[in-house]
């Protein structure tokens, strides 16, 4: 639970960002070298919508365990760490990652890897955790269970 309210958080502040400084953000991903024009606004979109979607989620309903929201929360997080590696590998040197749009900056470096890593390590833990919670029975079973008659 504590996991989903810090996600959430971060997630729907890196969305407030990017949306805020919208107009900087298809060139921010440009910056990465392998989108631009109309694709770089369209994964823009893409993303924002997705860290609005798992962030708001995670926040209303940190006990949830839907896996909708743990797979747009990966989804969002194997773009942005593929974005970061491939820039990383080729040698790009970006001065904002653009994680908040124009707002806390970082040089895209071996931390932002890191980070990245760890949103996808989060990940795993998020699904592994949804796939072991039981699912809830449903309500024709739990009115069949409270039927039985008890013999002392």
Same mark, same amino acid.
């Given at each position: 639970? +504590?996991?989903?309210?810090?996600?959430?958080? +971060?997630?729907?502040? #890196?969305?407030?960002?990017?949306?805020?400084?919208?107009?900087? #953000?298809?060139?921010?991903?440009?910056?990465?070298?392998?989108?631009?024009?109309?694709?770089?606004?369209?994964? =823009?979109?893409?993303?924002?919508?997705?860290?609005?979607?798992?962030?708001? %989620?995670?926040?209303?309903?940190?006990?949830?365990?839907?896996? =909708?929201?743990? %797979?747009?929360? /990966?989804?969002?997080?194997?773009? %942005?760490?593929?974005?970061?590696? $491939?820039?990383?590998?080729?040698?790009?040197?970006?001065?904002?990652?653009?994680?908040?749009?124009?707002?806390? /900056?970082?040089?895209?470096?071996?931390? +932002?890897?890191? $980070?990245?890593?760890?949103?996808?390590?989060?990940?795993?833990?998020?699904?592994?955790?949804?796939?072991?919670?039981? =699912?809830?029975?449903?309500?024709?079973?739990?009115?069949?269970?409270?039927?039985?008659?008890?013999?002392?």
């Amino acid at each position: 639970m +504590v996991l989903r309210i810090v996600l959430g958080t +971060v997630y729907t502040a #890196m969305a407030v960002g990017q949306v805020v400084s919208f107009g900087h #953000m298809p060139g921010t991903l440009a910056a990465y070298g392998l989108v631009d024009g109309a694709a770089a606004a369209a994964l =823009a979109v893409a993303l924002i919508a997705g860290e609005l979607v798992c962030g708001i %989620w995670f926040l209303a309903r940190p006990r949830s365990k839907a896996l =909708a929201p743990v %797979w747009v929360y /990966t989804g969002v997080s194997v773009v %942005w760490t593929v974005l970061a590696v $491939q820039a990383f590998a080729r040698g790009l040197a970006l001065d904002n990652c653009g994680c908040f749009g124009i707002y806390l /900056t970082q040089r895209l470096s071996w931390f +932002v890897l890191l $980070q990245d890593a760890l949103t996808l390590l989060y990940a795993g833990i998020l699904i592994r955790s949804a796939r072991r919670s039981p =699912a809830p029975l449903p309500s024709d079973e739990r009115e069949e269970g409270s039927r039985e008659v008890r013999i002392p």
